[in-house]
């Protein structure tokens, strides 16, 4: 294998369990998002336009979706000839099966898969979140401060700081302290689960991890403290720009909503940063003369004959006449039929709104549509 | 599994109506319905039919052509075996000496002595369709014919062949004997050696050859037995994919019956219209009737009716366009068009 100045490590196993039903069956990093996109798209396109050609993901719960979609990596400009993407999965050594049972363990288990590409750095991303970043001047930045690891950092707002990560950095932006959800908040810099390692400190302490029977190997809770316990050299690289987690129903909602508008703060039609994903290839949208497009994001393929009012419809999505969506998120080929109103909600993929059928949201919770609902309203549906 | 079919598309052919649409592209890469170019509905059909094997016979300014096709990923035709193939023409026509297609043909043979395939469909390039082939291949085994010529439901003809390879190799490789330059001179000579049979197709097929009939095929596509009968999931229409973001509506805009594809931002008006990929249209802008291809820009307030507005034009704020739905204003390729401009 050709040696390469960074690989990336792109942990995609977790459940996302907050958003319900969405993720029964689906990976979270797969889940749509934008209207044409799934999670992962974002960080995957960040690699591909930060110049890093050599992506390992590290799938674990219901892989199935998620793995097909990646496949070798073609739509992010990732299938090459040497590196490209590389689907790693636990997979069973010669005593026993191991599971990922924590983000540093992960890593560990497939420390054979980086050794193959001897980098210097290696990369720790998640699928989880929506920003664009360009990792490149993260790495410079490691580089320049000569750095063991560099930490991504956010601010946040400072009610919201004793939810996340939080680390206190000397003028300089050394890390010297590191909270994870403190109740009260030395700082508001929030730590963006963005890691470079520098290849032989990941290596070393990784091993050490391990060795630790109680720890939970996790980046956040265990090696990151670790590696201050020890002194070493940890550097905060301050991120300015959009980033939203979107592990709840709230705010994968908030997050889609947050694209509507005509100056956003992620600008999707941004040549020079694309979000690159598996296209649909469908035909292109047809607006019937008795629609109603207010303030929205459409894909292709959809036919639209309602009104539609501050919503954001994935590709092949139907709308029929006297409907109106409002501040929703229809997800991919959903119907929704005739007269129906739908307001303040999530279609997943699929589903079939019946004619007539109202779901509105009276307080600010935002409906997330199942089957079961649909059935308790249609008791023969 | 043994292939029966294999595709020819002829794209040797120049319609002069649509000259200002031409003169940067062939008549394959024409742009039609928003996304794609006119040679995606019958190298669509191809692929759909079955055919692995597609070679493609371009003239002149095949470049965007090349650059739509690449390997042919997109329509799943880059293999190891067979897939698709791109001859351009080394002849050069001259004025009034018209090379007919077996002379293309002729240049690449050892695409059909290598062929594996028993029988070939030869067509045209610019036909809007969505057909199924391997009904008409079953048809024309069966009535045992030598050539089979596909014809409109009015009886003219689709400019479509089906062939045995064998036949269609002897007859390139005669062609100076026999005097035929092409399929369309055997099937109208007045007496040949050859049975001809005609099969009758009764889908929704129009061949594109002038402005007016581009105009009015594209209008068709808001109707929605047309549209039906083009855009099968079955058969889907494929084409060269773009990296587009779905398109924003923003507050103000007012759209009716329009077919928009993806990466378009708009806060204008839009009526009765087609527009592709990338097109921002401007707060105050009314377009109706127009047909906008990829990436254009029309400023704030403008009035466009009845216009063809090809790639990358600027239409500059205020300006006001007016056409005929006979005769559309055609504005060319990357031009700037200003409001005080009168051509």
Redesign the interface.
Known sequence: MVKKKCVAMLLAGGKGSRLNSLTKDLAKPAVPFGGKYRIIDFTLSNCANSGIDTVGVLTQYQPLLLNSYIGIGSAWDLDRKDGGVTVLPPYSESSEVKWYTGTASAIYQNLNYLKQYQPDYVLILSGDHIYKMNYESMLEYHIEKRADVTISLIEVPWVEASRFGIMNTTDDMRIVEFEEKPSNPKNNLASMGIYIFSWNILKEYLEMDDRNPDSSHDFGKDVIPLLLEENKKLFAYPFKGYWKDVGTVQSLWEGNMDLLGEDCELDLFDQDWRIYSVNPNQPPQYISSDAIVKESLINEGCTIEGEIDKSVLFQGVTVGKGSIIKESVIMPDATIGINCLIEKAIVPYDVKIPDGTVIRSFDDEIILVTEEMLSGLYPTY | MKRKLLGVIDATTYHEDLEDLLTHRSLAALPF???YRIIDFVLSNMVNSGIRSVAIFPKMQYRSLMDHLGAGK?WDLNRKRDGLFFFPSPFVDSDGNRIGSFEHFAANMDYFYRSTQEYAIIANCYTIFNMEFRPILDWHRHAKCDITEIHHQDGSSMEMYLIKTSLLIKLIETRHESGYTCMKDIVTAIQNDYSICHYKYNGYAVMIDSIENYFSTSMKL?ESDV?KQL?LKDQ????K???E???????G???????????C?I?GTVENS??SRGVKIGKGAVIKNCIIMQKCHIDENCYLDSVILDKDVKVEAGTQLTGTIRSPYVIRKGTRQGALMNS
């Open positions: 319905a928003g996304r997109n808001l549209w855009f889907p229409i494929l084409t994919v773009k990296d973001p779905p398109t924003k509506y923003i507050k805009s007012s759209v009716k019956n329009a077919m928009i594809a993806n990466g931002f806060s087609i527009v």
